[in-house]
């Protein structure tokens, strides 16, 4: 904004002079601005660590554990390793890995290392990609937590003042400390480099060195497939891709009115595409220095809900507490953390700089859960529950962050391989984190848990799919052909359809399977993935006889096909993005979206064939 002298009129255009007008709050939001970036720019960590990495010889400090582990380990592939053999190679490298990340977290207690390394800005190493910096940067997350000490010593951290208030600084922050912190994101980045050459040596890739590193190398059309799959993930995966980037989106700050508003969550992802605090940060009109580390999506988690709420005693079973509270507690959280930035813009910046809000235990963490609840019981209500009095919604809410608090059972659980489980409640001691850049990977990790085709919950689960693929096509302008219906031929021959769609010319004949992805198969094991190639095979065979069964007849008993419809081609639809393992025609609709694909894909090819 352009200075004004005082007795200028005043640029909101009311027609008085600027010193009766704007000045007082112009210099009021000068001085907000300030502590603001002052804030950013003098927080104690960040500013050492900066210092630390611009001296000579730091990075060469910061690499040098993964520099001897990756010169041994290509030492052992030698002129290369295929299949089996490749696959126990990795596997014995990402373990040597890990122990050199356990050797360096054991130093410190977890909420040190979380202070420490989520000061990291999420610049890429190498030549990682930001879905990539995403992986490693859970990898870090889940280090800091599985391999950290439970608590700190109480020395760990000094109070210390500022124009926003008390905060905490590592009471040990020389150039060992900060060197440590450098090396454990470069650890988990070596980890999660060896993460992906194994899952490419599973689907047929060869072990081979070059350039001073190791590589997982595949042939062309095994090459193009995987970078197929790459693509699709990030365009299309859903419970385990990255969460959009979209942080100018207005999020819903009220409880969701029917067939208006979404129920959606306020979740945080790295700042890969390092935008701007204009569009970063909620608080529009707040001034800081540089892109933040962390940026703010909403989360819309209506199908959640009702995919969970179709599995409700396993989500219990899981988790200890119903989908409704689990569900009204995480909306909860999400506005507690809407209305603290409303109330103080520093909160903003600071969980947009670490991704977590941290809260004194007892006293403060009392004061959390009260607000909490204050927003948690409308919403138990607003999704079926009965009315709650206060003490009600306090008790539930006790009983939901329980849930989703880290135990000593789940820390023990943690694979640095699978990047899971994650939690959002992080006990440091003295004080407790609420980790809002964990929110995507909790859901995924609950999906994980519950998502396996079995018994009356999967049968209850594929028709809850079959809905959801259904409703998602009403919502974008196409209303079935068919669904969950059976469909004879003149003669009674039968055949059951899950949903039927028209686009242009063509009617998808759509077999719907809601079925998790083992583990093993994200790992990269060759056996499972072959097994799961074998049933996603079966499954489609399922769609592509229908698809001849309604083609041979094309008027039946109980269906017609309109003639301007000329193809009739099969879909098998999954939740997740599939690998594709050949470039076969019979697999694929078009050659960027095969038969076998997840429900965004669908839409985009029913939206394709118009």
Not at 317 to 343: C, D, F, H, N, Q
Request: charged content about 25%; some cysteine.
């Amino acid at each position: 904004m352009t200075t004004l002298g005082r007795n200028e009129p005043c640029h909101c255009g009311g027609g008085k002079k600027y010193k009766r007008c704007h000045f007082d709050a112009d210099r009021a939001q000068a001085r907000i601005d300030a502590a603001l970036a002052g804030g950013m720019l003098h927080d104690l960590s960040t500013m050492r660590m900066a210092v630390a990495a611009a001296k000579p010889g730091f990075s060469a400090s910061v690499i040098a554990v993964a520099d001897e582990l990756n010169e041994t380990f290509r030492e052992e592939i030698g002129d290369g390793l295929e299949g089996e053999d490749a696959a126990n190679a990795l596997i014995g490298y990402m373990e040597r890995v890990e122990a050199a990340m356990a050797d360096i977290a054991s130093k410190h207690s977890r909420g040190y290392w979380m202070h420490m390394t989520r000061r990291l800005p999420p610049t890429p190493l190498g030549s990682a990609s930001d879905w990539t910096v995403r992986l490693y940067k859970r990898v870090l997350t889940l280090a800091a937590i599985k391999h950290g000490q439970p608590t700190g010593n109480g020395e760990e951290f000094e109070r210390d003042t500022s124009p926003l208030g008390d905060y905490q600084v590592p009471a040990k922050l020389d150039h060992a400390e900060i060197v440590d912190a450098f090396a454990l994101q470069y650890l988990a980045f070596e980890l999660t480099t060896a993460n992906q050459a194994y899952r490419r040596v599973g689907k047929g890739a060869k072990l081979a060195v070059a350039d001073d590193d190791f590589h997982a190398v595949a042939g062309r059309e095994l090459e193009e497939l995987i970078q197929n799959l790459d693509r699709r993930v990030r365009e299309y995966g859903s419970l385990t891709g990255i969460y959009g980037a979209a942080a100018d989106r207005d999020f819903p700050t009220e409880l969701p009115r029917e067939g208006e508003a979404p129920l959606a969550v306020l979740a945080v992802v790295p700042n890969t595409e390092r935008l701007p605090p204009g569009k970063a940060l909620i608080s529009k009109d707040v001034k800081v220095p540089g892109p933040t580390n962390f940026i703010g999506v909403p989360m819309v988690i209506d199908g959640y809900y009702e995919a969970l709420s179709s599995l409700a005693d396993d989500v219990e079973k899981s988790t200890g507490v119903a989908p409704r509270l689990l569900i009204s507690v995480l909306w909860a959280l999400a506005m507690y953390l809407v209305e603290s930035i409303k109330a103080n813009p520093a909160t903003e910046v600071q969980v947009m700089k670490t991704g977590y809000l941290m809260s004194v235990r007892d006293d403060g963490w009392e004061k959390l859960i009260r607000e909490v609840a204050y927003f948690a019981g409308p919403m138990i209500e607003h999704l079926g529950g009965a009315r709650r009095d206060q003490d009600e919604a306090l008790d539930l809410t006790r009983l939901g962050l329980d849930a989703l608090t880290w135990t000593e059972d789940a820390i023990d659980s943690i694979s640095l391989v699978d990047r899971l489980p994650f939690r959002l409640v992080i006990d440091a001691g003295d004080r407790l984190m609420v980790d809002y850049a964990a929110l995507p990977e909790m859901f995924a990790d609950l999906f994980r848990q519950i998502g396996f085709l079995s018994g009356d919950s999967g049968n209850i689960k594929g028709a809850n799919f079959e809905a959801a693929v259904a409703s998602r096509a009403r919502a974008a302008g196409y209303e079935p052909w068919k669904e969950s219906t059976e469909i004879h031929h003149q003669d009674g021959a039968k055949r059951e359809i899950d949903v039927g769609l028209i686009a242009g010319d063509t009617l998808y004949v759509v077999e719907c399977k809601a079925y998790a992805q083992n583990p093993k198969i994200d790992l990269g094991d060759w056996a499972a993935r072959l097994n799961r190639q074998g049933q996603l095979v079966k499954y489609f065979k399922q769609a592509k006889t229908l698809a001849e069964f309604i083609d041979a007849e094309r008027t039946g008993h109980d269906y017609h096909v309109a003639p301007e419809v000329s193809r009739i081609e099969p879909i098998l639809c999954t939740p997740g993005v599939e690998f594709i393992w050949s470039r076969d025609p019979d697999l694929w609709v078009t050659d960027e979206i095969p038969r076998i694909c997840a429900v965004d894909e669908l839409m985009a090819l029913l939206e394709a064939s118009e």
